[in-house]
């Protein structure tokens, strides 16, 4: 049998735990849209996971497809060849992995990659 002091304490929990997904799914909307319409970038995502704790938790490589122009296989397959782990949190990535995905991914942006088989 629970006191009502345990379904107060559960109901509050409960209520915090919604109200911190329904921020979290707020924060990855907007990140996604702020890459692919090119207002933020890589780098300031990657800055905002050091003092955001909702981006802090985003995955790399959710983050890294969300980039315009971003193809799922070949970013999983760089991710790959660098030997990193495409589920790491932003959070988690240390400076050296931080400075390696940066001048992989910044560079590959659309306004600075070659497209594939010239103008059409």
């Known amino acids: ?4 002091a345990d379904d107060t304490t559960t109901t509050d929990t ?26 933020t970038t890589l780098t300031e995502v990657l800055d905002r996971a050091g003092t955001d704790e909702l981006v802090g ?8 497809e969300s980039l315009p122009g971003a193809r799922k296989v070949d970013t999983r397959r760089t991710l790959g060849q660098l030997r990193l782990d495409e589920g ?11 400075q ?13 990659r070659p497209t594939r088989g010239g103008p059409r």
Not at 1 to 4: D, H, P, W
Not at 88 to 98: C, E, I, M, Q, S
Not at 100 to 112: G, H, K, M, W, Y
């Open 57 to 64: 938790e985003l995955k790399l490589l959710w983050v890294l």
């Open 100 to 112: 390696l995905v940066e001048q992989t991914f910044d560079a590959a942006t659309p306004a600075r």
């Open 14 to 39: 409960r209520a915090s735990a919604l109200d911190w997904a329904e921020r979290a799914r707020v924060a990855r909307h907007d990140t996604r849209e702020q890459l692919r319409a090119g207002t």
């Open 1 to 4: 049998m629970t006191s009502r």
């Open 88 to 98: 790491a949190r932003l959070r988690t990535l240390d400076a050296a992995t931080r």
